[in-house]
């Protein structure tokens, strides 16, 4: 999260970033609001994140803002991608 907030802040960008834990105990760990859209992010201590992972992104639907690109931040090598809404990205990126 830390560099996360860093790399905005060197930037000179102050990011709107959210948390999202509801009464069901659906949660996402990042929520970044960039031009009208909601990114969500999740992160984990993994190489080989499953898909179900972006489940709870659909909790964002239920938002006036539009949901943008979603991704799993993860030990892998490489950016690849679980579809054409989520990627997974490798932490080293951030």
Same mark, same amino acid.
């Given at each position: 999260?830390?560099?996360? +907030?860093?790399? &905005?802040? %060197? @930037? /000179?960008?102050?990011?709107? !970033? &959210?948390? &999202?834990?509801? #009464?069901? *105990?659906?949660? !996402?760990?990042?929520? +970044?609001?960039?031009?009208?859209?909601?990114?969500?992010?999740?992160?984990?201590? *993994?190489? $080989?994140?499953?898909?179900?992972?972006?489940?709870?992104?659909?909790?964002?639907?239920?938002?006036?803002?539009? #949901? /943008? $690109? /979603?991704?799993? +931040? @993860?030990? *892998?090598?490489?950016?690849?991608?679980?579809?054409? /809404? %989520?990627?997974?990205?490798?932490?080293? +990126?951030?």
């Amino acid at each position: 999260m830390a560099e996360i +907030l860093k790399s &905005y802040r %060197n @930037c /000179g960008i102050e990011p709107a !970033i &959210y948390y &999202y834990r509801d #009464r069901d *105990t659906k949660e !996402i760990d990042v929520i +970044l609001e960039s031009d009208g859209e909601l990114h969500p992010i999740e992160i984990k201590k *993994t190489a $080989t994140p499953a898909s179900q992972l972006t489940r709870v992104f659909k909790v964002i639907e239920k938002s006036p803002l539009m #949901r /943008g $690109t /979603g991704a799993v +931040l @993860c030990t *892998t090598d490489k950016l690849s991608a679980f579809d054409s /809404g %989520n990627l997974i990205v490798p932490i080293s +990126l951030v």
